[in-house]
């Protein structure tokens, strides 16, 4: 089939599916099956069909694109991605953004990402900061597992263990989180394309008042979901952090606050 017509096809299944992007989703399916970028497609005269179908079904049932890709970017990274962890999202580069910013000063600063996930928050640190000597942990073996896929194929020294909010106690320089903020009752109102993503990954379970509670930590900087930072911020202030700081997204929304032990 010819490029034009695939992506034309392509594009109208993924809008009768519901996908609110189905041109750019469209455009990411047929690069990745003709190992190009997508602005490049268009290179091409032709596109195996045969190789683009199972794609578009996947997406098509809502998978999310990271996990039909196999991969995705964050900061500098490209990372495997799958349904062992959650897609690393574009607010939470921000975070990183953050975390740099408070232990740029700091040569070896001792680093913690409480629930790694895919890795990416620790990896993109340790990326970023060459010096950091940054460990990951969460409860969540698939979630490890995928993480240590992404360390070795990208060469990151990065300690990865099990562990919970246990661990944020154990000391440290920053510690930093993106702890599952979804309320139970709002899962189903959501994207279908959450369904795909682990549970553990998206139900609010208290962590971040946890976390301010049991962390010994010089900095602490965590992601919220929109609405819930000056909770979280006055939380910060309640256990006496001082320096408390609530940073907007690339839309405007809160989404990060951090303070430091005092
Ligand atoms: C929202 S995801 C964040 C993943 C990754 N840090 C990111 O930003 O893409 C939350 C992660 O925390 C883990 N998790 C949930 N509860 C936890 C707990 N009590 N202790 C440690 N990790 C936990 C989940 O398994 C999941 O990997």
Redesign the pocket.
């Known amino acids: 089939m010819t490029v034009r017509e695939a992506l034309a096809e392509t594009e109208r299944r993924l809008a009768a599916a519901g996908i609110e992007t189905p041109r750019v989703d469209a455009e990411w399916l047929l690069a990745h099956v003709l190992g190009v970028s997508r602005t490049d497609i268009h290179t091409h005269d032709e596109v195996d069909i045969t190789a683009l179908e199972p794609l578009v079904e996947r997406r098509v049932r809502r998978e999310p694109l990271a996990y039909v890709l196999g991969e995705w970017g964050f900061r500098r990274l490209t990372l495997k991605t799958d349904h062992r962890?959650?897609v690393?999202r574009p607010e939470?580069e921000i975070v990183v953004e953050r975390a740099l910013v408070l232990i740029r000063d700091d040569r070896e600063p001792r680093v913690l990402?409480?629930?790694?996930?895919?890795g990416?928050?620790a990896l993109a640190i340790a990326d970023e900061h060459p010096g950091a000597r940054v460990t990951g942990?969460?409860?969540?073996e698939d979630?490890l597992a995928l993480a240590r896929e992404n360390a070795e194929h990208l060469g990151l020294g990065v300690e990865l263990r099990r562990?919970?909010?246990e661990t944020t106690a154990e000391g440290w320089d920053l510690v930093v989180a993106?702890?599952?903020y979804v309320p139970t009752e709002a899962l189903r109102r959501l994207q279908p394309e959450l369904s795909w993503e682990?549970r553990?990954?998206l139900v609010d379970?208290g962590?971040h008042e946890q976390l301010v509670r049991v962390a010994r930590t010089r900095w602490l900087v965590v992601e919220v979901s929109d609405g819930q930072a000056d909770h979280v911020a006055a939380a910060f202030g309640n256990e006496g952090y001082g320096d408390i700081r609530i940073t907007e997204d690339l839309t405007g929304r809160e989404r990060v606050v951090e303070g430091r032990r005092v």
């Open positions: 962890a959650l690393p939470t990402d409480l629930g790694v996930g895919s990416a928050i942990v969460d409860t969540s979630a562990g919970g909010v993106n702890p599952p682990p553990d990954a379970t962590l």
